[in-house]
C-alpha cells in the first residue's frame, strides 16, 4: 500500500514537468484515439495477467502466490506510469485544455484531471487483481470496498502538494502585489513551503480520518484496554478510531498526528477480534513508540530536506544536463533533437532522484523507526513474546511468508528474529537506538551541507564560477555545432576576457577578423585590451590605434569614441583624445559620469 504512495508522487512529477517541454500551437485531438488505444491495450494486459494467476491459484488452492501478486501489480504500477508519461510528454494530453478559463486561472484544476487518469490505471490494475487477492484477505472484502481502501490510503499523499497548489492559485489571482512579490523570493518560496508542511502535518490527520471514514472505537474493553496503556505510557490523543480498511479485514493498528489535540489511533475490527489483551498492548506500545520516538516529526524533516536539496539544485542540474554532450548525440542518433531531449534528461533525473530517495533514503529510516517502535515495548516490560505472536498471526492469516520482503519495513521474520537477540543480548536494544540517532545526525549534517553547496551555488558566492563554468561549456559546444559562426568567436573572447585569460582572448578576437574583417564588437573589444591590460606585456599601442580607427569608421558611438581616445592617449595624441572624448560625451545617453571622468582625464596633460 505504502507503494501506492510513491506512484502518486511520481505521476505528479511526471505532470509538473511537462511544463519544461515546448508547448504546442495547435492540438492535433487525433492523439485522444491514440490514448484510448494504449489504454485499451493496458486493460487487456492486467485482465490476462491476473486470469493467469487465477488459473494457477486454482490449480494449486494451497500454494502462496500472494508474492506474485504483488511483483504484477508492482510492475503494471510501473507501466501505468509509463503510459501516464506517454500521454503527457507524447501526446501532451495537457494542451487538451489550454486556453480554457477556468484551466488557466486555476492550474490544480487540470493537474487534479490528469492525476485522476493515473488513478484511473491504478483502478483498472486493482479491478483485474481483486478476483486472485481476495483469497489472501482474514475476511470477506466485496471489490468495491477493495478498490475504494487502495483508493483511499493512497490520496492523503497529495494532500500537501493539493493544498500547496490550490492556495497558490489563489493567491496568484489576489491583486495584493506586495505578498506574490514576497512569494516569488527564494526566502518567500522556502517560508511558504515550510509553514504548509507544518500545517498540514498539524492539522492533516482531521481530513484524513475523514478520507477513511473513520469512526470512533465505540465504548468497551477493547477501548478501555488502549485508553489504559496510552495512559500508562503517558500518550495525549483526540480519539480513537475504527478503521475499516479493506472492511476492517487487515490486521493492523497506526497512529497520526504531531499534536495531542489532532492525534488519532486506528485500529482495524480484524485486530481486535484476532488479538488477545496482551498482544492488543503490545500493538498500542508499537504505535505509541513512534509518536514518543518523534518519528513522525523526523518524517517531516525527511521531506523537507528533499524539497529542500530540489529547491536549490533543480536550477544548476537543469543547466549541467545541457552540458552532457555524448548523451545529446545518443538521442541524435535516434532521432531525437536536443531541445526535445533536455526536458526528457531532466524529467528523468528528477524522477530517478525521486525514487531513489523516497525508496532507499526514506525506506530505509522507515525500516529502522520501524524496529524501534518494535522495540519500544521493553520500556514497560522484558517479555516481548505478545508483539513477536502478533507478528505470527499477521502472517498466518494473511497466508504471507514471515521472510516476505518489504522495502518500507523488515520482513516478519526479521523483526521476530532481532526482538528474540534483544531479549537475550539486552544492549542490543540501546544499541539499535543509538545507531538511529547517528544515522538522523548524519542526514542532517549531509542535508545542511548539501543545501548550503545549493544555495552557494544557485544564489551564493559560487554563482559566479559556476556560471562561468556553465557558459563555457556551452559555447565550446556552440562552435564545435558551427565553427564557421565569427559572433560565437566574439562570446569567446568576451569570455575569455572576463576570466582574465588575456592571450586567449585575443586569439578568439583575431580568429573573428580573419572571418569577418569588419566585425565592430571584435574590433573595439581588441583595441581596449592592447590599450588597457592590466598586462603590459599584452599592450600594444600602435594595434589599438588601428583597430580602433577601423571600428570608428564602421559606427560612430560613444563607447567605440572612448576607446579610439584611449588608444589616441596611449599614443601621446592628446588633442585629438580630447576631440574624441568630448564626442563620447555628447552622445552618450547614459553613464555620463564616467565619460566626463574620462574627459578630464585626457585633457590633464594639456592643462599642464
Not at 585 to 597: H, M, Q, V
Amino acid at each position: 500500500m505504502f507503494s501506492n504512495f510513491l506512484y502518486f508522487l511520481v505521476a505528479l512529477v511526471i505532470y509538473t514537468t511537462s511544463e519544461l517541454f515546448d508547448t504546442v500551437k495547435i492540438f492535433d485531438y487525433s492523439v485522444v484515439f491514440d490514448s484510448l488505444l494504449i489504454s485499451g491495450l493496458f486493460v487487456f494486459i492486467c485482465h490476462f495477467v491476473f486470469k493467469r494467476l487465477e488459473k494457477k491459484a486454482s490449480r494449486n488452492p494451497y500454494g502462496n502466490i500472494d508474492h506474485l501478486i504483488n511483483i504484477y501489480i508492482s510492475r503494471l504500477s510501473v507501466l501505468a506510469l509509463v503510459i501516464f508519461a506517454v500521454n503527457i510528454y507524447g501526446f501532451k494530453l495537457t494542451f487538451l485544455f489550454s486556453g480554457i478559463k477556468i484551466f488557466d486561472a486555476v492550474p490544480t484544476f487540470e493537474a487534479i484531471i490528469f492525476l485522476g487518469l493515473f488513478l484511473l490505471y491504478l483502478i483498472i490494475i486493482w479491478n483485474a487483481a481483486y478476483g486472485v487477492q481476495k483469497q489472501y484477505f482474514a475476511g470477506n472484502v466485496s471489490k468495491k470496498n477493495f478498490i475504494i481502501s487502495n483508493v483511499s490510503f493512497s490520496l492523503p499523499a497529495l494532500l500537501p502538494w493539493f493544498f500547496l497548489s490550490i492556495v497558490a492559485d489563489i493567491l496568484r489571482l489576489l491583486p495584493w502585489q506586495p505578498l506574490n512579490g514576497l512569494l516569488q523570493t527564494p526566502a518567500g518560496e522556502i517560508g511558504y513551503i515550510a509553514l504548509f508542511l507544518v500545517a498540514i502535518s498539524i492539522f492533516g490527520p482531521v481530513l484524513i480520518k475523514k478520507l477513511w471514514n473513520c469512526k470512533p472505537l465505540e465504548p468497551g474493553l477493547p477501548r478501555d484496554r488502549i485508553e489504559t496503556v496510552c495512559q500508562k505510557a503517558g500518550l495525549n490523543y483526540s480519539n480513537i478510531l475504527k478503521w475499516e480498511l479493506f472492511g476492517g479485514t487487515m490486521i493492523t493498528a497506526g497512529v497520526m498526528g504531531l499534536v495531542g489535540r489532532f492525534r488519532y489511533i486506528l485500529v482495524t475490527p480484524a485486530l481486535l477480534y484476532s488479538l488477545n489483551d496482551d498482544e492488543i498492548d503490545a500493538v498500542m506500545l508499537h504505535e505509541i513508540g513512534h509518536v514518543q520516538k518523534y518519528h513522525m516529526v523526523f518524517y517531516l524533516f525527511f521531506f523537507a530536506g528533499f524539497i529542500a536539496c530540489n529547491f536549490v539544485f533543480f536550477e544548476p542540474v537543469m543547466l549541467l544536463l545541457y552540458i552532457i554532450e555524448p548523451v545529446y548525440k545518443l538521442f541524435e542518433f535516434v532521432g531525437v533533437p536536443k531541445n526535445t531531449a533536455h526536458p526528457i534528461l531532466i524529467s528523468t533525473t528528477l524522477i530517478g532522484f525521486f525514487i531513489l530517495y523516497f525508496r532507499f533514503v526514506f525506506g530505509f529510516f522507515m525500516r529502522n523507526f520501524e524496529r524501534q517502535a518494535d522495540l519500544h515495548i521493553y520500556q514497560f516490560t522484558n517479555d516481548a513474546s505478545p508483539l513477536i505472536s502478533t507478528f505470527y498471526k499477521i502472517a498466518s492469516l494473511s497466508r504471507q511468508s514471515i521472510d516476505k520482503p518489504n522495502w518500507h519495513h523488515y520482513s516478519i521474520g526479521q523483526r521476530v528474529r532481532f526482538l528474540e537477540k534483544c531479549q537475550t543480548i539486552p544492549a542490543m536494544r540501546q544499541g539499535h537506538h543509538s545507531k538511529v540517532k547517528k544515522l538522523i545526525v548524519g542526514y542532517f549534517v549531509l542535508v545542511v551541507v548539501l543545501f548550503g553547496a545549493g544555495y552557494s551555488i544557485n544564489f551564493g558566492v559560487a554563482k559566479e564560477s559556476f556560471g562561468n563554468f556553465i557558459a563555457e561549456n556551452i559555447l565550446f559546444q556552440q562552435l564545435d555545432v558551427d565553427p564557421e559562426n565569427s559572433n560565437l568567436y566574439v562570446v569567446v573572447g568576451d569570455y575569455y576576457y572576463s576570466r582574465e585569460n588575456y592571450e586567449k582572448a585575443i586569439d578568439s578576437y583575431e580568429n573573428v577578423l580573419r572571418v569577418d574583417p569588419e566585425n565592430v564588437h571584435a574590433l573595439n573589444n581588441l583595441s581596449w585590451l592592447f590599450v588597457t591590460c592590466p598586462k603590459k606585456e599584452y599592450r600594444n599601442r600602435e594595434k589599438a590605434l588601428e583597430y580602433a580607427t577601423r571600428a570608428l569608421e564602421k559606427k560612430r558611438e560613444a563607447f567605440i569614441l572612448d576607446t579610439y581616445a584611449e588608444a589616441l592617449f596611449a599614443n601621446n595624441d592628446f588633442s585629438n583624445a580630447v576631440i574624441a572624448a568630448k564626442e563620447a560625451f555628447n552622445r552618450s545617453k547614459d553613464k555620463k559620469e564616467y565619460y566626463k571622468a574620462q574627459l578630464q582625464r585626457f585633457e590633464k596633460p594639456l592643462n599642464y
